[in-house]
């Protein structure tokens, strides 16, 4: 016999019962959004591999490690996208956006793929809703799209989370520090993991981010980005803890929050939730100044985040917030004899019309089994109809909660139900 198909390593198969809070998230983070005045945006699944290479950053883990990356019929080599802020910037530059009102703000729901160590939290495929915002590049825009996050984790009703929020600097600046951690870590050189000892050569920040025990150690003392920033960058990061405390969106100032992606300059924040294991960075975001000029659009400033939707329900479901309303159906039709089947199919398709959830028995079940599957729907009124019924155009409409019923017409079903 032929092995047994499965889904690949890393991606998830989501049933009816499970999707509830998946809607719940995504209906509240459009909502936020609207009130927030971003649009959605969509782009391909796959992009040419070029794009990740130069907007995400050549040196860094998703790119060097974590890429799906395949060649077409035609030998074009893409990927499936691990993020979504080069896709957006590219859609920008391809689409002439770049002329829009500023600023853009752009938000999406979307499938990323990384090839990681599947685990709780980390997965292959996974899910992120993510905003971006360009053509500004004051503090209080920073300070906006960290309230954007704030607000929906807020509202999903997640507890003991907390912002970090640091300043990485710009190019004036980075060069100063970067000396500076070099010269930390060098001193130190025997005793960080193979990877690091390349990252010190190629992009010494990334040591900052490494998750090795011993590197992270190390990491602790190194000189603080915060220390090294030029005036411009330190205004900035002053800035925007004034508008965040106008706001009263407590924060944690943390040096050791770097990211992991290439593309950030001044700010970077994450919000890391106690409680959902390893993984508990359920948002990362940040500053991209440069980012679309080095995709060859405009100087245009960009700010944004992501946040890992696995991880927000982890955060939910440890908040006590993970119990989403049922879909019950208020009506539950149970019809006896072909003639009560017609009947009970029009007064169901009427009341779905009417947007009201209603069920009746489309697999010829006996009324026992009838009356047993209405319980297990959790209906909340049943109506019984035979040949009597029919004949009289009365029947009886049972309240299940309450085991009460009562005679109504059966053509007043609607207005009985809508007053009830
Ligand atoms: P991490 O350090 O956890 O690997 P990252 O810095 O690689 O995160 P980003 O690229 O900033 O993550 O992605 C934004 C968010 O997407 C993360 O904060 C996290 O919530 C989520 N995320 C990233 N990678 C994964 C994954 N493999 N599985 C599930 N969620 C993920
Ligand atoms: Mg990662």
Known sequence: MANKIQKPRGTMDIFPSDTPIWQKIESTARDVCRRFGFGEIRTPTFEELALFKRGVG???????????????????VFALRPEGTASVVRAIIENGKTS??????????INCFRYEKPQAGRSREFFQFGTEMFGTK?????????SLADTLIKELGIKGITLHINSIGCPNCRPKYREALVEHFTSHIDELCDTCKERLKTNPLRVLDCKSQICSSIAKDAPATVDYLCDECHDHFEALKAHLDAMGIEYKVDTRIVRGLDYYTKTVFEFICDGIGAQSTVCGGGRYDGLM???????LPGIGFGMGLTRII?????????????????????????????????IVSTLRREGVYAECDISARSL???????????????????????DSGKAQLKNMEKSEQREIEIDNIFSEIKEA
């Not at 004051?138 to 960290?146: E, F, K, L, N, R």
């Not at 000029?293 to 100087?299: F, T, Y």
């Open 58 to 76: 050549e040196v860094t883990d998703v790119v060097q490690k974590e890429m799906y990356t395949f060649t077409d019929r035609e030998d074009r």
């Open 293 to 299: 000029e080095q995709l060859d659009g405009p100087a």
């Open 100 to 109: 829009d009102t500023m600023p853009l703000k752009y938000y999406y729901l």
């Open 368 to 390: 026992k089994a009838q009356m047993k599957y209405a319980d297990k729907l959790g209906a909340k009124y049943t109506l019984i109809i035979g040949d009597s019924e029919l």
């Open 314 to 346: 982890l955060a939910m479901k440890e908040s006590g917030a993970g119990q989403i309303d049922e879909n019950k159906p208020v009506l539950y039709v149970a019809p006896l004899g072909a003639r009560a089947v017609s009947k009970a199919l029009s």
């Open 138 to 146: 004051d503090a209080s825009a920073d300070a906006t799209i960290i």
